[in-house]
């Protein structure tokens, strides 16, 4: 992709990471972070994917990724999916 250096000049750049953004309609909830979960397995959890654990970091107040705690408290966008539902999908 494109992006303008200092000096405005268009330079070619690697992008970091790609902004799918978080459905407007998606629930919100707050967690209290316990034992060993890290931003990977929330995001797996509340999102269905362990990839957009950025999403996590970006809802939340800047802090290193691995200095989360027992007792902190985050946001977590569910990306669409309340956590413990059960969709049935098999027929009898």
């Known amino acids: 992709m494109q992006a303008p ?8 750049a ?3 990471r790609r902004h799918e953004g978080v ?3 998606s629930a919100r909830y ?7 979960e890290s931003l990977e397995y929330l ?3 509340y ?15 800047l802090r290193f990724p691995l200095d989360w705690r027992p007792g902190d408290q985050l ?9 413990g539902l059960v969709t049935r999908d098999r027929r009898f």
């Open 5 to 12: 250096d200092a000096e405005g000049e268009p330079r070619t």
């Open 14 to 16: 690697l992008p970091i």
């Open 23 to 25: 459905p407007a309609n």
């Open 30 to 36: 707050a967690h209290l972070v316990t034992g060993a």
């Open 43 to 45: 995001a797996w959890r």
């Open 47 to 61: 999102q269905g994917s362990s990839e957009g654990w950025w999403r996590l970091a970006d809802a939340n107040p």
């Open 75 to 83: 946001d977590v966008a569910s990306g669409g999916n309340a956590p």
